[in-house]
Structure formats: C-alpha cells, structure tokens
C-alpha cells in the first residue's frame, strides 16, 4: 500500500480565500504530479514535479501554484479562491525509473 | 499525441458475471499502459500495469488484462464480479507524463 497523503479531504470556502492543500508522501518519490478531476471527465494534469525546487505547469491551465521544497512535501496554493475552482484535486507520485503512479485521497474542494 | 477512449461509460453486470472493460489507445510508441480503480471519496489504485514481455497481465483483485497491438487495445477482464467490484475504472497510457481516459463506472447488481 502507498503512502501518499492529501489533506484536507473536504473543503468548503467562500470566494476570494486563499487556500493550500497539501499533499505529502513517505515513499521517497522524486516525481509528483497533481491532477484536477470532474465528474465525467479524464484526469487533467495541473502540475508536475521532477524533483527539489523543479516545478512545471501541467497539460490544463491553471491559476494554482505549487512549491517543492522537500522531496515528499507538494503544496497546491490557490490565491484566490473563485466557485471554477470547485472541483477533486488529486495527487500522486512516482519513483524514479518506475511510471505506475501512486495517488492520495484527494481533496474536494466547493468554492462557495 | 497520445489519448485513450473508454467507451462505455456505466456498465451494469450481475454479481458472479463476467466483466470486460474496454479500453482503446493512441501512441507513438510501444505504450505502457494501466488500470486504475476508483472508489467513491478514494483515489486511485492501480490495478495492473503493461510495459512488455507477455500480453496477458495479471492484476490485483482477480483481475487482468490482454494488450492487443494490432486492435490498440488493453481491455479489462474479470471472470465473475463481487458486490465490492463497484467503482469506477480508469484506463490510462504513458510513462513521464500520463493519459487518463473518462472512466468506466461499474455497478453491480444482486
């Protein structure tokens, strides 16, 4: 079983809030990814990581940032929260070598 | 570029029927290639996965899949389905970065 965890796993905010979700993994991946999900719709990639201090904007454009400061530590920051954004984020992760990711929960986030 | 097609979007069986989801890809090259499940409220868990050598791979929870090159297919079996089958499947295609396709959402009937 993976280790990779996302908190919070449901988030309800007004519009205009600042919010981070957090993702975390004890598995030592240097690669991660976060995927936005909507009913009936394939996974978008947002953002990816390909190791400390490397970050890239993913295949679905985004108003989110992401930082990756420590291996196993991949925040999602949103400035300013607008009801769009209401939505599943999930993460995931990888090993060097290997390409079968591992995902956390998710977070759902309602932007009110 | 790459890109995959289920489908079927709900497929409903029996409990103890067999159970084949579809999968059709797009790649340039020779693809690796997954199945993912989806509970509700969870993420996703791999399944199985394909790179090479044999094409008939065996997965976790009694299930596998058959890599078909000629139909650029990876379709999805199980012989006979449990209640706690129910969920949503997701095939998906590459390595650096991967393809998801819609999904396939599974229920099952007494």
């Known amino acids: 079983e993976a280790d990779i965890y996302q908190t919070p796993r449901y988030l309800v905010i007004g519009t205009g809030k600042k919010i981070t979700l957090e993702c975390s993994q004890t598995m030592g991946h240097d690669k991660m990814y976060w995927y936005q999900q909507d009913p009936g719709m394939e996974l978008h990639l947002i953002h990816y990581?390909?190791?400390?201090?490397?970050?890239e904007k993913g295949d679905l454009s985004s108003e989110s940032t992401v930082s990756r400061i420590r291996t196993e530590h991949f925040p999602l920051t949103l400035e300013s929260a607008r009801p769009s954004h209401t939505s599943q984020y999930l993460c995931?992760?990888?090993?060097?070598?290997?390409?079968?990711?591992?995902f956390g929960p998710g977070t759902r986030l309602t932007v009110t | 570029a790459q890109s995959v097609t289920q489908p079927d979007i709900h497929i409903t069986v029996s409990e103890g029927a067999s159970l084949e989801l579809r999968c059709n890809y797009s790649?340039?090259?020779?693809?690796?290639l997954f199945w993912y499940v989806q509970s509700p409220g969870q993420g996703l868990q791999l399944l199985l996965k394909?790179?090479?050598?044999?094409?008939l791979v065996q997965g976790i929870k009694g299930f596998e899949a058959e890599f078909k090159r000629s139909q650029s297919s990876f379709n999805l079996r199980k012989p006979s389905v449990h209640w706690s089958d129910a969920a949503e499947y997701f095939c998906?295609?590459?390595?650096?970065?991967?393809?998801f396709g819609i999904g396939t959402k599974l229920q099952v009937i007494p």
């Open positions: 998906a295609v590459g390595y650096q970065k991967v393809t």
């Open positions: 790649y340039g090259a020779t693809p690796y």
């Open positions: 995931a992760s990888r090993a060097e070598g290997y390409y079968e990711q591992y």
């Open positions: 990581s390909y190791g400390v201090n490397s970050t």
């Open positions: 394909y790179f090479s050598g044999d094409t």
